[in-house]
Each structure stands twice: as structure tokens, then as C-alpha cells.
């Protein structure tokens, strides 16, 4: 009885010992663990700081690179906007004597307007990347770049300048020229089908008002040098309208002669009219040439070519350091962990 007792006993104490064995190794095990996890972490931690000066150097890289893209971008846009209105011009001068309504005056005027808008625009955009770039903290390997970027920047800011000083001047042009006079047209062709004297004379005397308006406007204006062509054809054209209007007015004040053989009062009007024609194609030719250089598109693709130079030029060079780059060791754990 006494030996059996005693192997119970055994065999109990064996029962309890098992399970805190068991319970010790568990807890030993996940404190080596966690002693690992904690060591994996703190060279985690390390070589994340190590991993900030190539983090912000890869940051900046990408900040720049944004920015240039947009900026290229809008350069080819504001580009466009010259053909598309060049084109509405040439459309326009299509109408030339058929008509004395320029139809196109409205569009010619919000053209200017939106190619003013995208200029604006485009030079608020690069004046602030050039502010950013003076601001930022720029890594040393990316101070060359960066160099050339500025560069770029203040190229296309004085070739936008150049470009816009144009367009104002072009919406003044139009401004003091006014509605009646953007087409260089000298006569309304059925008015002088209804072969009424009394409306003729007031439609010259009433315009040859409105021309000298027109010219005393267009004297206060500042020409530049380029444009002092077209300038003169503009001129000329308001010129030669009050020269021929005033012989209108002057033929159709006197009275038929009674000799029906002879030429009428009107007739010998229309026939000034038509020699003063001659003359005025001439001018609304000029008056187009000139008047096109604004939106010229061959002229200001040559304009925006050392834009473009330098443009491709960093293009080529960003895409380098971007290819170069090394990316940061802690990043490309985290890239690994999210691809699993």
C-alpha cells in the first residue's frame, strides 16, 4: 500500500512540474522574441534616420520634376492658343470688301484676352516655382539642376514678357481702331445699291467723325518697333477713309448737271470710291501681314525655340538623376512587404 501511495505521489508531482516547464519555456521563447523584435526594430528605426537625407533628396527630385512638367506643359498651351487665334484672323480678312461689319472683332478681342489669361497665368506659376526653388533647402547634388531650372525659368518669363507686351499692344490697336474699322473696308456696297444720296452722305459724314476719333486714339498710342508696320497700315487706311469720304460728301453736295450725257453726282462718288479701292487693297494686305505677326505661328515657334532647347534639355537631364537615384532601404522594405 505504502509503495503504491508513494508512485502516485511521483507521478502527481511529474503532472505539476510538466505544465510550469512548459509555461517557462513559452515565456522564455517569446521574450527572446520580443527581445528580437525589439533589436529588428531599433536597426529599423536606425536606418530609417539614416535613410532621411536620401528621402527628402528623392522628394525634392520629385517635386521638381512635377513642377517642370507642368510648367513645360503650359508653355505648349499658351503655344497653341497663338495658331488657334492666328487662324480666326485669316478666317476674318477672308471677308475683306464684302462686308463693312467686322464680324470677327469680338472674337479677335477675346482671343487676345484668353492669350493674355494662359501668359498670366504661366508667369504666376514659374514666378512661384522660382520662389520655392530660392526657398527650399536644396540637396548639393541637385544644386546643378536646380541651376538650370532657374535658367529656364527666367528665359520663359522674359520670352512670355515679350510675348504679352505684344498682345496688349494688340488690344489697344484694336481698342482705338474700334469695331467699325477692324476690317479696312471703305463702303457699304447695298447701301450704295439703294442709290439714296441723302443716306450715303450720312453714313461718310458720320464715319469720317468716327475715323479722326480712331486716329486721335491710335496717336497716344506707344508702338513698338516691330509693329510700327502695322501701325502705319492702320493709318493709312483711317487716312484714306476720311480723304475719300470727304470727296463723297463733297461730290454728292453738288447738284446733277442737266447734261444726261453726263456722269451723275453719284457716279462720279462711286468711281472716287472705286479708285480710292485700288488703293486700300493694298493697305488691308499690309494690315493683315502686320496684323498676323501676333499670332504668327512659324514666328512664334522660332520665338519659343530656346525654350523648347532648354526644356528637352532638362528633361533629359531630370530623367538621368531620377534613373540614378537610389531609393531608400527602408522603402524598399516596405515596397517588399506590400507586394507580398
Keep these: 500500500m505504502q509503495v503504491s501511495s508513494y508512485r502516485h505521489h511521483i507521478e502527481l ?21 520580443l527581445l528580437g523584435l525589439g533589436f529588428i526594430s531599433s536597426l529599423f528605426f536606425y536606418q530609417f534616420k539614416l535613410d532621411e537625407p536620401l528621402r527628402a533628396q528623392n522628394q525634392y527630385l520629385e517635386n521638381v520634376i512635377g513642377s517642370f512638367s507642368q510648367t513645360k506643359q503650359s508653355v505648349n498651351e499658351t503655344l497653341q492658343s497663338f495658331q ?39 508667369e504666376k506659376n514659374i514666378k512661384y516655382q ?6 527650399a533647402d536644396v540637396p548639393e547634388i541637385f544644386q546643378p539642376v536646380t541651376a538650370h531650372l532657374n535658367s529656364f525659368y527666367d528665359t520663359s518669363l522674359a520670352i512670355l514678357q515679350r510675348s504679352k507686351e505684344e498682345q496688349v499692344f494688340a488690344k489697344e490697336m484694336l481698342s482705338a481702331t474700334g469695331l467699325p474699322f477692324y476690317l ?13 444720296t441723302k443716306q450715303i452722305k450720312t453714313y461718310y459724314e458720320t464715319k469720317k467723325l468716327e475715323a479722326n476719333i480712331s486716329l486721335a486714339a491710335l496717336a497716344k498710342l ?54 480710292a479701292k485700288a488703293q486700300n487693297e493694298q493697305i488691308a494686305q499690309t494690315l493683315l501681314t502686320e496684323r498676323l505677326k501676333v499670332f504668327d505661328q512659324k514666328r512664334n515657334y522660332d520665338r519659343f525655340a530656346q525654350i523648347n532647347i532648354m526644356a528637352n534639355s532638362l528633361n533629359g537631364e531630370l530623367a538621368q538623376l531620377a534613373a540614378d537615384q537610389p531609393q531608400p532601404k527602408t522603402d524598399q522594405v516596405f515596397k517588399a512587404l506590400m507586394d507580398i
Design 13 to 33: 508531482s511529474l503532472q505539476k512540474a510538466k505544465p510550469k516547464f512548459i509555461e517557462k519555456s513559452f515565456f522564455l521563447i517569446a521574450g527572446m522574441v
Design 84 to 122: 488657334v487665334a492666328g487662324a480666326n484672323i485669316k478666317f476674318v480678312d477672308n471677308l475683306k470688301e464684302s462686308t463693312p461689319q467686322a464680324a470677327g472683332f469680338y472674337t479677335y478681342l477675346n482671343d487676345i484676352d484668353k492669350t493674355v489669361a494662359k501668359i498670366d497665368s504661366l
Design 130 to 135: 522660382k520662389a520655392q526653388s530660392r526657398h
Design 184 to 196: 479696312p473696308v471703305l463702303s457699304d456696297e447695298a447701301m450704295w445699291a439703294s442709290r439714296d
Design 222 to 275: 506707344s508702338v513698338p518697333t516691330e509693329f510700327r508696320f502695322y501701325y502705319n497700315a492702320q493709318i493709312a487706311h483711317l487716312t484714306l477713309f476720311v480723304e475719300t469720304g470727304g470727296k463723297v460728301v463733297d461730290i454728292l453736295i453738288q447738284p446733277d448737271d442737266k447734261d444726261p450725257e453726263t456722269a451723275t453726282q453719284l457716279e462720279k462718288a462711286y468711281q472716287v470710291l472705286n479708285d
